[in-house]
């Protein structure tokens, strides 16, 4: 894109464009913007400039404020997007809609290595921790309805039949757990405000700490232990080891003293990161990773043959 072009859209927040650093990689899924680019201003600050669907101007506007009020709260790691010269998080330039975010620099996670390093999960839980206590100051939060895993995983089910048969007999052993061991507790689990799409990868991180917390596109109202529950998953399927002496065992014994979630979602904690891998085959089979579907059903195997022994472990019985 023109430079010219840039310096315009990029003036909607009184910002002088300096060059654009195109070396500089962004954090985060490429698929949430039609187009993103690093720039530096011309007092050399560094910004995410991204273009945006037009349909998504009710969402991105939304997740928008949702941070501003966030970071408001206290959250250092929660970077919120710029408003524009009328106030807008959202800004309409030329043929689309445009926002603008700090870049933050951060350093590569060395993997799968760095899911033995306990301070990790230490930090990880404690960011969780904090987003957990700001979340409640949220207004109008408990009105949103409540993500429901159960009719997310039924409508995968119904494309795999259709479009996977050959893998569907391992996917119906997945479908049978969830059926049989969440599905009758889920309506019972409470609800809490959720990043989402709370892993690893979505954080970037310093020599010793989290510099920000990344891609809130799946932020709202889901099971309080959502995010947890996530976190143990992706940890684990970069080494299932880290489960039983890594930093997931770290990350849960830490919200687990924090004693922000109930019980009753301790209770089924096991099952809810066993159900959630579905959310991550659906990720491989859209994408036809092959590699990763076959890992992701090897995975879910090595969970449930263990289910019982990470359950005391992580002490999620009662």
Known sequence: MQDQILAEILSRWNIA?????PELLIAGSPERSEYRVVVESADGRLYILEKIALRLRERKTRIARTLESLAGFGLPELHPYLRDVTGEFLSPVSDGLWQVVTFVPGVNL??????????????M?????????????????????????PHYIDGLMRAVKLNRP?????????????????????????????HGDYHPVNIIWKERGIAALIDWEFMGMKPELYDAANMVGCLGIEDPECL???????FITDLKAAALWSDVSFASFPELVMSLRFAWLSEWLRKEDEEMIGMELDYFDVLNANRD????LWQCRR
Request: proline content about 6%.
């Open 244 to 250: 039983w002496s890594g930093s997931a065992v770290d």
């Open 125 to 149: 839980a404690d960011l969780l921790i904090r987003l957990r206590q700001a979340a409640h100051k949220l207004p109008s939060v408990s009105n949103e309805t409540v993500f429901s895993l």
């Open 17 to 21: 464009l300096g060059k654009i650093r």
């Open 309 to 312: 022994d990470l359950a005391r």
């Open 110 to 123: 060395e993997r799968p290595q760095y899911v033995h390093e306990h301070w990790r999960g230490q930090a």
């Open 166 to 194: 050959d893998i569907m007999p391992r996917v119906q052993n997945m479908y049978d757990f969830a059926r049989q061991n969440l599905y009758p507790v889920f309506a019972s689990l409470p609800s809490g405000f959720c």
